[in-house]
């Protein structure tokens, strides 16, 4: 664990966009590598379209049939979703799915909720892709629902009706593992709507791929809201996304970074460098209050990197 330097440890766990280039077996590998290295858990994102210029090849992967099969092939790390689109499912039936996903696991589920944004990958496959502001209508309505169905009693019945979506007599079943449900993730950069249904329904807010700067801006603008809402900070969860680059020299390092066509002048500004830059960057973030960080892995075909990562920053922290 990373020591974080307001006394809490940080987690590391990594981060996969499958989108721009991996099938499910390699998917699998790495996962498998995120367990036998000792990182916290394997979150992917939920696209269906390679986002930029380059080989879309092998083409897309579905997120939720990718958790469901990792669920019953690794056992320890923490599944997720980094985030899932609220465009892409109906909230009913991703209730479902999301519960039996947790129980298939053995309760190790994080269901990690956004409001779409890459209009592209809606136009390509059908979907339909709503202006902005109903798309946060729509996410807080699944919100409701999501929440709503999973902490609905024994034997009763859960109705909604709301400006997209309604639900009459929803059987609350099945149950997950995680009781009342398993622990869901907001994030965003917005000032206004983002933290407000943060403090109202997450147990995590996470910060992408922003500067410290801004994420600590982000941070105390959620703490905020939590206290309008009247609830404690300190109950939600704060984490961070960052590109991760590391090697062990200059050459390894920009070999890494050739590799993910990232340019290293951009990356040394999230998690790059060799190991104890990493580090060090690592508690930057901590610093801020981040409990959790999501090592965005690029190349998935690397595993040597996950193996440097795992060697060399994990054992040289508190």
């Not at 440097?308 to 054992?315: I, W």
Request: hydrophobic share 40%; aromatic share 6%.
């Amino acid at each position: 664990m990373i020591r974080a330097l307001r006394g809490s440890t940080v987690q590391l766990r990594i981060f996969t966009e499958p989108q721009q280039g991996a099938d499910y077996d390699t998917l699998l590998a790495v996962a498998k590598a995120t367990e036998e290295l000792g990182f916290d858990a394997f979150f992917r994102s939920d696209h269906y379209l390679r986002i930029g210029a380059g080989d879309p090849g092998p083409g897309p992967t579905d997120a939720w049939a990718t958790l469901a099969a990792l669920a019953r092939e690794t056992e320890r790390v923490r599944l997720g979703t980094l985030v899932s689109s609220a465009t892409f499912r109906l909230p009913g039936p991703l209730a479902v799915t999301a519960a039996q996903v947790d129980r298939m696991s053995g309760g190790r589920l994080e269901l990690g909720l956004g409001t779409g944004w890459y209009e592209a990958e809606h136009v390509t496959h059908g979907i339909p892709f709503p202006p902005v502001g109903e798309r946060f209508e729509r996410l807080e309505e699944q919100l409701e629902i999501l929440t709503g169905l999973w902490r609905t009693p024994d034997g009763e019945r859960f109705s909604f009706r709301g400006r997209h979506y309604a639900l009459e007599g929803c059987p609350p079943l099945p149950r997950p593992a995680q009781r009342p449900h398993p622990p869901i993730i907001l994030g965003g950069a917005g000032p206004r709507r983002t933290p407000r249904l943060a403090a109202r329904f997450a147990d995590e807010f996470n910060v992408a791929f922003r500067s410290v700067e801004e994420t600590g801006a982000q941070f105390e603008r959620v703490r905020d809201a939590c206290r309008e809402a009247g609830r404690d900070p300190a109950e939600l969860t704060l984490s961070v996304a960052q590109t991760v680059c590391c090697g062990r020299d200059e050459d390894e390092l920009e070999r890494r970074a050739a590799a993910i066509g990232q340019d290293r002048d951009r990356l040394v500004r999230g998690l790059a460098g060799r190991p104890d830059q990493v580090v060090g960057r690592l508690q930057v973030f901590g610093a801020l209050g981040a409990t959790r960080v999501y090592l965005q892995v690029l190349d998935l075909h690397d595993l040597d990197h996950l193996e440097l990562l795992a060697a060399e920053v994990l054992p040289r922290v508190p």
